[in-house]
């Protein structure tokens, strides 16, 4: 019998707890701990702490305090002497404290999430895309001859679909051989995960990854970083030494890109005369990395370090610590403006929603590393997203899209409910306009 997912986790936990010595070098190399409140905690007691909770202990508040903060950026990972995984222990915890609630209540709560997640992802793609274009984002069928890649696209990048585009007529112009898999239809499982609904997070998880091999691709490009995690340390480590292992490689698209570098170079044709900054984020190693280079390739592109704390793996992995995430967007604008910069770029979506109408108040526009390097090879898609959350008013982006809400027979009750909720509501440090005054949580990922 094939081993689910909740024994493969109990089996990886096991060994967790086995080989953790409770040195605590993980928790010294940890950037939220200051921010958090709790960097005078002695560092073996609360790795100690970390692991009695995972156990079905009560560990400490600072403990808990901990895992909760958790914003993956991944600097731990390197400072375990045990090459341990800090981060999916630290995963592992907010799973234990989780599964303290009934079963009833952990399917619900994945289920309510998920189901939230699905209406801002279907809603917000079809306001800003007609049905021929969104038919992209689904695949085409298999073709006889395996694609060289899978472009998993993740759910929620499908809120600014012009960078998936982007990235996809990039793959179209180096010639590389594709299958687009994503959305809710191919979910990485995390919501389920996060909620401790072990049962339905594999069930879903392990259907995408099959879905992967089936395609026969030896490789799998990850945009969403949360994916990327979920899947490549939560998923399929449990599956390694089994019939059912992967013979795929996980890798983030912008490390394949930056791989074929060679490739790309020719195709950038065009001179792109501005100064641009990077927004960055260290949680999947080899990413910044991997964007620096790619701008850096340019033409006529000069490129500003902003030299700014790098924290998370996308910023609404700083939910947990809002005020924090309000003085990491402020200083992050406050130093593109002294670069003097005509282009704060980012690398991920949710980073994107949260930043671009600050475009508004600042001498420079907010754009995605992509688009920067589709002006140099001539494509541009346009940022519909930045477009209409810079209008800040519900009534006008309404009016605006009424069009492709009858098109694709939106209920004008729900299309509001997403705007006000996902789009203008999505706004961690407030806008300097006077419309701007709007403070809500982040959007899980």
């Given at each position: 019998?094939?081993?689910?997912?909740?024994?493969?986790?109990?089996?990886?936990?096991?060994?967790?707890?086995?080989?953790?010595?409770?040195?605590?070098?993980?928790?010294?190399?940890?950037?939220?701990?200051?921010?958090?409140?709790?960097a005078d905690t002695d560092a073996a007691a609360i790795t100690g702490g970390v692991l009695d909770i995972i156990r079905g202990g009560d560990g400490s508040a600072a403990s808990e305090r901990w895992a909760q903060v958790c914003s993956g950026s991944g600097r731990c990972i390197p400072a375990c002497p045990e090459a341990i995984n800090p981060r999916?222990?630290?995963?592992?915890?907010?799973?234990?404290?989780?599964?303290?609630?009934?079963?009833?209540?952990?399917?619900?709560q994945g289920n309510a999430a998920f189901s939230n997640m699905g209406r801002s992802?279907?809603?917000?793609?079809?306001?800003?895309?007609?049905?021929?274009?969104?038919r992209r984002f689904r695949g085409e069928a298999p073709a006889a001859t395996p694609p060289e890649v899978v472009f998993y696209t993740g759910c929620n990048v499908l809120r600014t679909p012009h960078i998936v585009l982007l990235a996809l007529d990039i793959l179209d112009a180096l010639g590389v051989s594709y299958r687009v898999m994503g959305g809710t239809g191919d979910c990485c499982g995390v919501l389920q995960f996060r909620a401790a609904d072990l049962d339905a997070s594999g069930r879903i998880a392990y259907r995408t990854t099959d879905r992967f091999a089936a395609t026969g691709a030896k490789k799998v490009l990850a945009w969403c970083p949360t994916c990327a995690i979920q899947i490549g340390e939560n998923v399929l480590p449990g599956r390694t030494g089994t019939p059912d292992a992967p013979a795929y490689a996980l890798e983030a698209f912008a490390v394949y890109l930056a791989s074929r570098l060679d490739r790309l170079r020719p195709l950038?044709?065009?001179?792109?005369?501005?100064?641009?900054?990077?927004?960055?984020?260290?949680?999947?190693?080899?990413?910044?990395?991997?964007?620096?280079?790619?701008?850096?390739?340019?033409?006529?592109l000069e490129y500003a370090d902003l030299e700014q704390p790098q924290v998370g793996y996308m910023c609404n992995t700083l939910q947990h610590l809002p005020e924090f995430k309000r003085d990491v967007h402020r200083r992050l604008l406050e130093a593109a403006a002294a670069a003097k910069v005509d282009a704060l770029a980012g690398v991920y979506h949710a980073c994107h929603r949260e930043l671009c109408s600050h475009e508004t108040d600042w001498p420079f526009e907010v754009v995605n590393f992509l688009e920067l390097i589709g002006e140099s090879m001539g494509i541009s898609r346009e940022d519909t997203f930045k477009r209409l959350k810079k209008m800040q008013d519900a009534d006008a982006i309404l009016a605006e899209v009424m069009d492709l809400v009858e098109q694709h027979g939106l209920a004008l009750e729900e299309v509001r409910a997403v705007i006000e909720k996902d789009l203008l509501g999505e706004q961690p440090l407030p806008l300097r306009g006077a419309r701007g005054d709007r403070d809500t949580a982040s959007a899980p990922s």
């Amino acid at each position: 019998m094939t081993e689910t997912f909740a024994d493969a986790l109990a089996a990886r936990t096991q060994d967790v707890l086995d080989r953790c010595t409770r040195c605590g070098r993980c928790f010294e190399a940890c950037p939220t701990k200051v921010p958090a409140g709790i960097a005078d905690t002695d560092a073996a007691a609360i790795t100690g702490g970390v692991l009695d909770i995972i156990r079905g202990g009560d560990g400490s508040a600072a403990s808990e305090r901990w895992a909760q903060v958790c914003s993956g950026s991944g600097r731990c990972i390197p400072a375990c002497p045990e090459a341990i995984n800090p981060r999916f222990m630290l995963a592992l915890a907010r799973v234990a404290r989780q599964r303290r609630a009934t079963a009833e209540d952990q399917r619900k709560q994945g289920n309510a999430a998920f189901s939230n997640m699905g209406r801002s992802v279907r809603v917000l793609s079809r306001i800003q895309l007609p049905a021929d274009v969104l038919r992209r984002f689904r695949g085409e069928a298999p073709a006889a001859t395996p694609p060289e890649v899978v472009f998993y696209t993740g759910c929620n990048v499908l809120r600014t679909p012009h960078i998936v585009l982007l990235a996809l007529d990039i793959l179209d112009a180096l010639g590389v051989s594709y299958r687009v898999m994503g959305g809710t239809g191919d979910c990485c499982g995390v919501l389920q995960f996060r909620a401790a609904d072990l049962d339905a997070s594999g069930r879903i998880a392990y259907r995408t990854t099959d879905r992967f091999a089936a395609t026969g691709a030896k490789k799998v490009l990850a945009w969403c970083p949360t994916c990327a995690i979920q899947i490549g340390e939560n998923v399929l480590p449990g599956r390694t030494g089994t019939p059912d292992a992967p013979a795929y490689a996980l890798e983030a698209f912008a490390v394949y890109l930056a791989s074929r570098l060679d490739r790309l170079r020719p195709l950038l044709r065009r001179p792109v005369c501005k100064r641009v900054g990077l927004h960055e984020h260290p949680g999947l190693a080899g990413v910044s990395e991997a964007a620096t280079r790619l701008l850096r390739a340019i033409p006529g592109l000069e490129y500003a370090d902003l030299e700014q704390p790098q924290v998370g793996y996308m910023c609404n992995t700083l939910q947990h610590l809002p005020e924090f995430k309000r003085d990491v967007h402020r200083r992050l604008l406050e130093a593109a403006a002294a670069a003097k910069v005509d282009a704060l770029a980012g690398v991920y979506h949710a980073c994107h929603r949260e930043l671009c109408s600050h475009e508004t108040d600042w001498p420079f526009e907010v754009v995605n590393f992509l688009e920067l390097i589709g002006e140099s090879m001539g494509i541009s898609r346009e940022d519909t997203f930045k477009r209409l959350k810079k209008m800040q008013d519900a009534d006008a982006i309404l009016a605006e899209v009424m069009d492709l809400v009858e098109q694709h027979g939106l209920a004008l009750e729900e299309v509001r409910a997403v705007i006000e909720k996902d789009l203008l509501g999505e706004q961690p440090l407030p806008l300097r306009g006077a419309r701007g005054d709007r403070d809500t949580a982040s959007a899980p990922s």
